[in-house]
């Protein structure tokens, strides 16, 4: 019998970390880093600490095999929601996901899992040789639910 593998969870509250609970919690040990709690788990598996802030974040890291960092601001789901300025992104998706590495990479973690947005990959329709590709008369392709409201809007 394997052993579970014990994952660290940042950004667990949110959407995606909502949407991955029922599949985490039978196949892991899982415990959370959050700066507002979680339901849900044992106290000594919560860890209340901020991404921006490094020295915070240490002790949840402890024994921790695997790490999945959710935690980000500027999502549909975050405080300010895709009003999220940049002091706060920068804080919260740069200097927090930097933290996240290195104080993994301290404790001895062997895998960070990091998620993203598509919107990071945005942008390559503004450039050669795509821009030629998309027309402007093009039937959108909307990627988000946001999305979906600007084209839904008369």
């Known amino acids: 019998v ?8 940042t950004g667990l509250n949110g959407v995606v970390g909502q949407a991955l609970w029922p599949g985490l919690k039978d196949r892991y ?8 709690g979680v339901d849900g788990l044992p106290d000594d598996r919560v ?3 901020d991404v921006a802030d490094i020295d ?29 300025g940049w002091p706060s992104m920068l ?9 996240v590495l290195e ?19 945005n942008g390559y329709e503004l450039e ?4 030629s590709l998309v027309a402007v008369d093009d039937v959108p392709v909307p ?6 409201n600007e084209f839904s809007e008369p």
């Open 2 to 9: 394997l052993e579970k593998l014990k994952l660290l969870v």
């Open 29 to 36: 040990i899982v415990s959370a880093l959050s700066r507002s």
């Open 91 to 99: 804080q919260n998706n740069i200097i927090g996901t930097y933290n």
């Open 56 to 84: 915070s974040l240490r002790t949840a890291f402890e024994g921790v095999d695997v790490v999945l960092n959710l935690a980000a601001d500027g999502g549909l789901s975050s405080e300010a929601g895709m009003d999220a």
């Open 47 to 49: 860890f209340r600490a």
């Open 103 to 121: 104080v993994a990479r301290q404790a001895g973690v062997k895998r960070v899992i990091l998620a993203s947005s598509g919107a990071t990959a």
């Open 143 to 148: 990627d988000s639910w946001e999305m979906i």
């Open 128 to 131: 050669e040789p795509y821009k």
